[in-house]
């Protein structure tokens, strides 16, 4: 592929709800174009920019992916991302890269829960978009019930630009609502449309649609409605050009048909996206600091070179491939660059134009344009490469935390020696998970974004990098407290042949407000315990404590007050007053009336309206407490909190219930007391297992 200026670059995001027809129609684009020389499909598994074995075999995308098309002499980077709601957090992370974005609606189902959660990421990145009313060929499709789904949710300013030709299996062409145009396709699928007149049966709706459009484009710009209110109509140019200027400030968001099936109406999809999206100049300096400091740069080739990386990927035999996109300057092959965040020195031998998993090598990139290079040695997603002499750092995009972990072990030694830096490289790739090591439970966990993301996880450990592990619901971090006070002696003694042992001390126990973990406070006075002895009962104190009382499960939000006691002059040592405090604990704990703690989850779920009802009655059955709900479109968010024990299958669940409509995000928020029923099996469970330990010991 030939080497492009910026102003004939487009970098656009395909985003939408699972099974929307993205990846299709992005591989129907390609063959429009001549990118590739047949028309791809999903559910064959050839689609270039759905390569990794996981999408292949699950007919799913899990990755965002990009490839590079030219159309009228100009170069479209077309970004591939995932619709369903665990993988979503990659479509964000790809759209920063992207200067414009289609919203891909299905032509059955409208509006889905991810539309609305890809839209919003659109919001966020100000990103002028579109609206592609796909899949429009398929049974019970209708472009009338799926544009009503659009307005409703997003309001009027979303104007079609097009009508469907035929219906279901007979959509067969589309009518240009700007220049009042029909245009059909042949079954060969080219995409390609045959200009003619617009059918008969359909004049009245076009002519309806087309003042429709005129009203909408003239609404924002004085000019151009002092002239359609004199005329009653506008020239095509300056429809055109009023429709540019409203997609690029955000004013009109176009609805456009296809059938990614069929390639019915790609060839109009390229030309809006030449016609109508902006640059990678036209959205202005991308903004950015030096050292510390905010700073912007211009997306021109004058500027200095800098290039943020938004994407890595880990690939077992190229090593780490990271996804760039040059924002100022002209990146030139061999070009040596420095890291912001580290410092570190990268040089970018054989850098070219992403092609899903290809690279086509390119001697330079110019501003805005969307490239791809292997082995970078220290480079990460989310990292800034400039030139040495003028450096700036972009933001990264902010990840929310993960949803549910899953504990995480290798199944054998082997596996368990290559399992961390196997581990590692994934999480270079996907920003979303989380690896750590649980602290209480001493459990390695794996976090993300739902069940079936781990898996897929644990599933590209295996073929990738041959490491075989196994996953299971991790255990719940219980924590111990008391709720009443008590006041108790602990005494050691212990005589032998030589020194003997001593140590006397009067604790009183008293509960704290939830997370105040431990305060420990003397107020022994007259010298009954010696001031070098009181350091030895707190900590003998903190050390009990960290075992529990009931099951094992540390003890937190307690004061202990050191009050009284006695010593001997010889016999008395720290040990001796440690192992005091030891038994003052235990006696205290009996007393204070022992209560076992569970941690609460902030639960927020985002599911069709028609749900809610179910949804409500799960969280209660759950002993969730419902916080709030709200309403946006047809997408009910119920917040609520629930206890963690209760969410380790959510997920499967989740989808039975809504047919995977719905998606949740969770987050820890406080502990609370478990209820008295629950509190007795989990004791009972904890003792068992403890039992089974020793038993095993012996």
Same mark, same amino acid.
């Given at each position: 592929?030939?080497?492009?200026?910026?102003?004939?670059?487009?970098?656009?995001?395909?985003?939408?709800?699972?099974?929307?027809?993205?990846?299709? /129609?992005?591989?129907?684009? /390609?063959?429009?174009?001549?990118?590739?020389?047949?028309?791809?499909?999903?559910?064959?598994g050839n689609t270039v920019t759905d390569f990794d074995d996981e999408e292949i075999q699950r007919k799913i995308t899990i990755s965002s992916a990009v490839a590079a098309a030219e159309w009228n002499k100009k170069k479209i980077n077309l970004i591939d991302t995932p619709?369903?709601?665990?993988?979503?957090?990659? &479509?964000?992370?790809?759209?920063?890269?992207?200067?414009?974005?289609?919203?891909?609606?299905?032509?059955?189902?409208?509006?889905?829960v991810q539309t609305e959660k890809v839209w919003s990421f659109a919001d966020e990145f100000h990103l002028p978009r579109a609206i592609v009313i796909n899949r429009l060929d398929r049974e019970r499709s209708s472009f009338d019930r799926a544009?009503?789904?659009?307005?409703?949710?997003?309001?009027?300013?979303?104007?079609?630009?097009?009508?469907?030709?035929?219906?279901?299996?007979?959509?067969?062409?589309?009518?240009?609502?700007?220049?009042?145009?029909?245009?059909?396709?042949?079954?060969?699928?080219?995409?390609?449309?045959?200009?003619?007149?617009?059918?008969?049966?359909?004049?009245?709706?076009?002519?309806?649609?087309?003042? @429709?459009?005129?009203?909408?484009?003239?609404?924002?710009?004085?000019?151009?409605?002092?002239?359609?209110?004199?005329?009653? $109509?506008?020239?095509?140019?300056?429809?055109?050009?009023?429709?540019?200027?409203?997609?690029?400030?955000?004013?009109?968001?176009?609805?456009?048909?296809?059938?990614? =099936?069929?390639?019915?109406?790609?060839?109009?999809?390229?030309?809006?996206?030449?016609?109508? !999206?902006?640059?990678?100049?036209?959205?202005?300096?991308?903004? +950015?600091?030096?050292?510390? $400091?905010?700073?912007?740069?211009?997306?021109? *080739?004058?500027?200095?070179?800098?290039?943020?990386?938004?994407?890595?990927?880990?690939?077992? !035999?190229?090593?780490?491939?990271?996804?760039?996109?040059?924002?100022?300057?002209?990146?030139?092959?061999?070009?040596?660059?420095?890291?912001?965040?580290?410092?570190?020195?990268?040089?970018?031998?054989?850098?070219?134009?992403?092609?899903?998993?290809?690279?086509?090598?390119?001697?330079? =990139?110019? @501003?805005?344009?969307?490239?791809?290079?292997?082995?970078?040695?220290?480079?990460?997603?989310?990292?800034?490469?400039? *030139?040495?002499?003028?450096?700036?750092?972009?933001?990264?995009?902010?990840?929310?935390?993960?949803?549910?972990?899953?504990?995480?072990?290798?199944?054998?030694?082997?596996?368990?020696?290559?399992?961390?830096?196997?581990?590692?490289?994934?999480?270079?790739?996907?920003?979303?998970?989380?690896?750590?090591?649980?602290?209480?439970?001493?459990?390695?966990?794996?976090?993300?974004?739902?069940?079936?993301?781990?898996?897929?996880?644990?599933?590209?450990?295996?073929?990738?990098?041959?490491?075989?592990?196994?996953?299971?619901?991790?255990?719940?971090?219980?924590?111990?407290?008391?709720?009443?006070?008590?006041?108790?002696?602990?005494?050691?003694?212990?005589?032998?042949?030589?020194?003997?042992?001593?140590?006397?001390?009067?604790?009183?126990?008293?509960?704290?407000?939830?997370?105040?973990?431990?305060?420990?406070?003397?107020?022994?006075?007259?010298? @009954?315990?010696?001031?070098?002895?009181?350091?030895?009962?707190?900590?003998?104190?903190?050390?009990?404590?960290?075992?529990?009382?009931?099951?094992?499960?540390?003890?937190?939000?307690?004061?202990?007050?050191?009050?009284?006691?006695?010593?001997?002059?010889? *016999?008395?040592?720290?040990?001796?007053?440690?192992?005091?405090?030891?038994?003052?604990?235990?006696?205290?704990?009996?007393?204070?009336?022992?209560?076992?703690?569970?941690?609460?989850?902030?639960?927020?779920?985002?599911?069709?309206?028609?749900?809610?009802?179910?949804?409500?009655?799960?969280?209660?059955?759950?002993?969730?407490?419902?916080? +709030?709900?709200? &309403?946006?479109?047809?997408?009910?968010?119920?917040? @609520?909190?629930?206890?963690?024990?209760?969410? /380790?299958?959510?997920?499967? *669940?989740?989808?039975?219930? $809504?047919?995977?409509?719905?998606?949740?995000?969770?987050?820890?928020?406080?502990?609370? !007391?478990?209820?008295?029923?629950?509190?007795?099996?989990?004791?009972?469970?904890?003792?068992?297992?403890? &039992?089974?330990?020793?038993?095993?010991?012996?």
């Open positions: 592929m030939r080497v492009y200026d910026t102003s004939d670059i487009r970098n656009v995001g395909f985003v939408g709800h699972g099974h929307s027809g993205k990846t299709s /129609l992005t591989a129907g684009l /390609l063959f429009t174009t001549g990118a590739t020389n047949r028309l791809t499909r999903v559910d064959e619709g369903f709601n665990i993988f979503i957090n990659d &479509t964000k992370a790809a759209l920063v890269a992207a200067d414009a974005a289609f919203v891909i609606v299905d032509g059955v189902a409208g509006v889905e544009l009503a789904s659009v307005q409703a949710v997003f309001g009027r300013t979303a104007v079609p630009i097009q009508l469907p030709i035929g219906s279901e299996r007979d959509f067969k062409g589309v009518v240009d609502l700007i220049r009042m145009k029909s245009y059909s396709y042949t079954s060969d699928g080219d995409g390609k449309g045959r200009e003619g007149d617009i059918p008969a049966d359909l004049a009245g709706a076009a002519q309806t649609a087309h003042e @429709a459009l005129l009203e909408m484009v003239a609404e924002g710009n004085d000019t151009l409605m002092e002239e359609y209110f004199d005329k009653g $109509t506008l020239p095509v140019d300056h429809i055109v050009d009023g429709l540019r200027d409203a997609v690029q400030q955000m004013r009109v968001f176009p609805v456009l048909c296809a059938s990614s =099936l069929h390639n019915v109406g790609s060839d109009l999809i390229l030309n809006f996206i030449l016609e109508d !999206f902006p640059g990678p100049a036209d959205r202005g300096p991308w903004k +950015g600091s030096i050292n510390g $400091t905010q700073a912007e740069r211009a997306v021109k *080739d004058s500027q200095p070179v800098s290039a943020f990386v938004f994407k890595t990927v880990a690939d077992p !035999f190229a090593g780490r491939v990271s996804y760039f996109k040059v924002i100022s300057g002209v990146l030139r092959n061999d070009a040596n660059l420095v890291d912001a965040r580290n410092g570190a020195a990268e040089r970018l031998s054989h850098i070219g134009t992403l092609s899903g998993k290809t690279i086509q090598p390119v001697p330079e =990139l110019h @501003a805005g344009d969307i490239g791809g290079v292997a082995k970078l040695k220290d480079t990460l997603t989310g990292d800034t490469l400039d *030139d040495r002499a003028s450096m700036i750092a972009y933001p990264a995009v902010s990840m929310p935390e993960p949803s549910i972990a899953y504990a995480i072990a290798a199944k054998t030694r082997n596996d368990e020696d290559r399992m961390g830096n196997a581990i590692q490289k994934i999480l270079e790739e996907d920003k979303s998970l989380r690896f750590y090591r649980d602290q209480q439970t001493k459990e390695f966990l794996l976090g993300g974004s739902g069940q079936q993301h781990v898996e897929i996880i644990v599933s590209r450990l295996k073929r990738r990098y041959g490491v075989d592990v196994e996953l299971h619901a991790p255990k719940i971090p219980y924590r111990e407290t008391i709720r009443g006070k008590a006041d108790v002696q602990g005494r050691h003694k212990k005589q032998t042949g030589g020194h003997g042992q001593f140590g006397d001390c009067w604790i009183r126990l008293e509960p704290l407000p939830r997370g105040k973990k431990f305060a420990f406070e003397n107020e022994v006075f007259g010298g @009954a315990i010696p001031k070098n002895f009181i350091p030895a009962i707190e900590k003998g104190i903190i050390e009990t404590a960290e075992k529990g009382y009931l099951a094992g499960f540390p003890v937190v939000d307690f004061k202990v007050t050191v009050y009284d006691g006695s010593y001997h002059d010889v *016999d008395s040592s720290e040990m001796s007053f440690k192992l005091a405090a030891r038994k003052a604990f235990k006696a205290g704990m009996e007393a204070a009336k022992p209560s076992l703690l569970e941690p609460i989850m902030n639960v927020e779920v985002m599911a069709p309206v028609e749900y809610a009802g179910d949804l409500m009655g799960d969280m209660n059955g759950r002993r969730g407490r419902i916080a +709030g709900m709200d &309403t946006k479109g047809g997408t009910q968010i119920i917040r @609520a909190q629930v206890p963690m024990a209760e969410m /380790l299958n959510y997920q499967n *669940d989740l989808i039975s219930m $809504t047919q995977g409509r719905a998606s949740f995000s969770m987050e820890f928020d406080h502990y609370d !007391f478990v209820p008295p029923l629950q509190a007795e099996k989990v004791v009972a469970a904890a003792r068992a297992a403890k &039992t089974g330990e020793e038993e095993e010991e012996e």
